[in-house]
């Protein structure tokens, strides 16, 4: 039986530089899509490494990439040249040297509360702009709250929800959702559970792949296929991310 809405569903990690490419490049191609009111949004959390410190104590890029994770600085100068170009084309300020890594839970679970208002888009792109542009620890508390007030929450139910463990179970089952259908790396932008998009591809492969997709919904049969997968750039399951 046929769905109102075409389904797209994003796993993504606020940690991940290409994630944040890759959401603006799929906006500007949602904007040329003839269909995007017929497209039903949906963001996955997926963490990069649960390891990291929490609570604004996170630690800067370039020292966790070398420390933690093991790039050599020459492996780095390169990643950063090239996030450097696509930051310009997507007209993004590129600051990562100087961001912070952190554990991502709870900017998932602020993400998650947010959809229940249909923020969660909003509150992603805050998230990442303060990760990717603006240096800044998206584990902090202050930050966390000051981002979900600006979506119309009240302080008091944030710190109420940041203190619990509300949404934690949910964060578990999108990472398992993405083991159980082969994806792990972010961004993985599903749609339709027929075409997929791994990485930070261009603006025109996302209004190509949503166009082709959009025909499969339209002419959906019974029986999901296996995704036909394109791969671009991306951040792996261990942390690491492609140069």
């Known amino acids: 039986m046929s ?3 075409m389904k797209v569903e994003v796993w993504t990690d606020i940690m991940c530089p290409y994630c944040y490419i890759g959401k603006i490049h799929y906006e ?3 904007q040329q899509f003839d269909h995007a009111d017929e497209v039903e949004l949906e963001w996955k959390a997926f963490q990069l490494n649960p390891d990291l410190p929490d609570n604004g104590k996170g630690i800067p890029v370039s020292e966790y990439l070398t420390q933690q994770v093991g790039y050599p600085e020459e492996g780095i100068k390169s990643m950063y040249d ?6 310009e084309e997507a007209g993004v300020v590129f600051n990562l040297p ?3 890594a952190a554990n991502t839970r709870d900017a998932h679970r602020l993400i998650k509360m947010a959809a229940n208002k249909g923020m969660d888009t909003f509150v992603l792109g805050k ?3 303060a990760y990717f542009e603006e240096g800044k620890d998206y584990s902090n508390r202050d930050l966390l709250v000051s981002i979900g007030k600006e979506a119309g929450f009240e302080e008091e139910e944030i710190i109420t929800m940041l203190n619990s463990d509300e949404y934690k179970y949910e964060i578990k089952q999108d990472m398992q959702e993405a ?3 082969g994806f792990d790396t972010v961004p993985t932008f599903l749609m339709d559970r027929r075409q997929a998009i791994v990485g930070s591809e261009p603006v025109q492969l996302f209004l190509d792949v949503l166009n082709k997709a959009y025909k499969a ?3 959906r049969n019974k029986e ?3 995704p036909e997968v394109l791969k671009g750039k991306s951040c792996s399951i261990d942390g690491t991310c492609d140069i």
């Open 82 to 87: 090239s996030l450097r170009i696509l930051s």
């Open 217 to 219: 919904w339209k002419e």
């Open 3 to 5: 769905t109102q809405k």
């Open 224 to 226: 999901v296929s296996k």
């Open 98 to 100: 100087n961001a912070v």
């Open 127 to 129: 998230l990442s702009k």
């Open 28 to 30: 500007k191609a949602l």
């Open 179 to 181: 083991g159980n259908l």
